[in-house]
């Protein structure tokens, strides 16, 4: 299976508040609740670790989680967001990954 | 062509100057926004209004549609057309002669200045009591004009159905507006601090819970009014309710409706 990068997308606004990550589209005005496993993968996505090096070496040294389990969360995670527009997916690296565009409340 | 019958209508501090040539209209105007009448020797912005008769291109069913074009806003929907170009100050709105149409002009009007602002119109009614502002969010039937017709003497009603919020400093403060809900009463030109934000229910019982800071502004941003297919004021709007959640107290307020509810505003 070919290897899977991820980044945010800068059409977004994020925001951690009361311990908890929103994201909402600025394009069609989605709004997503991040748990904390997706909020993890949320800040590693910078287009240039791949998303199998996200689970293992961030989710799984995080979280207490099989790495089967977790590879099928994650990849789970990023279709849903992806059909949003909210993750870019790609099966090289991006050149120019967004900046972490979340704002500390 | 001369627009020689001008009035300003200043709503949450912001006068706009509105130039007709039909002095019937100005006078429906005034009565329309009376409480609401400014000065108009400083407006923040002009708009010209062309009145034409009601025909197939101004009176279909067309819902509203709000982009940035060039520089310059354009408003549309059935019953009206409007350009507005936020850097001259200037606009021009194209509609018949009723008051329902300018309305919703000055409302989505609103909306866009206040978006750059922190600020925003919300679907709630509001009321001033001891100097202190509460803001009672809803969808239609939720209880807007209910609980706005069982104020006590002692409460300002600011609105029964579009509330005007402006960030001030740190803080946020509930204006008056003329924009008014089945009540079809207009709110006092007032102000005060907001101090508490309720989403309302009506249910068996009077009752205040807390809300998650998540689900206040998943709640919230259901409840602004906000129109523009614009990304950037979507994301301002977004942070503008992050940051009122994050500074101003947000309750479900589940209430039998009768005036008893009122006991627990305070």
Same mark, same amino acid.
């Given at each position: 299976m070919s290897e899977k990068y991820i980044a945010r997308s800068t059409a977004i606004a994020a925001r951690m508040l009361g311990g908890e990550m929103m994201v909402m589209s600025a394009v069609d005005s989605t709004f997503f609740t991040l748990n904390e496993v997706a909020t993890v993968i949320w800040h590693a996505a910078d287009g240039r670790t791949p998303l199998s090096g996200i689970v293992t070496q961030v989710v799984c040294e995080e979280f207490d989680v099989e790495p089967e389990v977790a590879r099928r969360d994650a990849e789970q995670f990023v279709e849903d967001l992806s059909r949003h527009g909210i993750l870019l997916v790609s099966d090289r690296p991006f050149e120019n990954s967004a900046s972490d565009p979340v704002e500390a409340a | 062509?001369?627009?020689?019958?001008?009035?300003?209508?200043?709503?949450?501090?912001?006068?706009?100057?509105?130039?007709?040539?039909?002095?019937?209209?100005?006078?429906?105007? !005034?009565? &329309?926004?009376?409480?609401?009448?400014?000065?108009?020797?400083?407006? *923040?912005?002009?708009?010209?209004?062309?009145?034409?008769?009601p025909s197939g291109e101004i009176e279909s069913e067309e819902d509203v549609h709000v982009e940035m074009q060039d520089g310059?806003?354009?408003?549309? &929907?059935?019953?009206?057309?409007?350009?507005?170009?936020?850097?001259?100050?200037?606009?021009?709105?194209?509609?018949?002669?009723?008051?329902?149409?300018?309305?919703?002009?000055?409302?989505?009007?609103?909306?866009?200045?206040? !978006?750059?602002?922190?600020?925003? *119109? *919300?679907?709630?009614?509001?009321?001033?009591?001891?100097?202190?502002?509460?803001?009672?969010?809803?969808?239609?039937?939720?209880?807007?004009?209910?609980?706005?017709?069982?104020?006590?003497?002692?409460?300002?009603?600011?609105?029964?159905?579009?509330?005007?919020?402006?960030?001030?400093?740190?803080?946020?403060?509930?204006?008056?507006?003329?924009?008014?809900?089945?009540?079809?009463?207009?709110?006092?030109?007032?102000?005060?601090?907001?101090?508490?934000?309720?989403?309302?229910?009506?249910?068996?019982?009077?009752?205040?819970?807390?809300?998650?800071?998540?689900? !206040?502004?998943?709640?919230?941003?259901r409840n602004i009014l906000f129109f523009a297919e614009d990304a950037e004021l979507v994301s301002l709007i977004f942070r503008s309710a992050c940051e009122f959640v994050d500074r101003v107290p947000v309750q479900r307020l589940t209430f039998v409706p009768d005036e008893r509810v009122w006991s627990m505003i305070r």
């Open positions: - | 062509m001369s627009y020689m019958h001008e009035i300003a209508v200043e709503i949450g501090g912001m006068p706009i100057l509105l130039r007709t040539q039909d002095s019937s209209f100005r006078e429906l105007l !005034a009565t &329309r926004y009376a409480g609401f009448i400014a000065s108009f020797q400083q407006p *923040l912005f002009e708009f010209d209004v062309d009145l034409v008769t310059q806003w354009q408003l549309r &929907r059935g019953d009206f057309r409007a350009q507005w170009d936020p850097r001259a100050g200037r606009g021009r709105i194209r509609q018949s002669a009723n008051p329902y149409s300018i309305d919703s002009v000055l409302r989505i009007v609103h909306t866009l200045i206040l !978006a750059r602002e922190h600020g925003f *119109l *919300l679907h709630a009614a509001s009321a001033v009591r001891d100097g202190r502002a509460f803001l009672f969010a809803g969808v239609s039937g939720a209880g807007k004009t209910t609980i706005s017709r069982m104020a006590p003497p002692d409460v300002t009603l600011l609105t029964d159905e579009i509330s005007y919020v402006r960030r001030d400093a740190d803080r946020y403060r509930a204006c008056g507006t003329p924009f008014a809900g089945d009540l079809a009463r207009v709110g006092e030109n007032c102000s005060a601090q907001v101090n508490t934000l309720f989403f309302l229910e009506q249910g068996p019982e009077n009752r205040i819970e807390s809300v998650s800071k998540v689900e !206040a502004v998943r709640c919230l941003l």
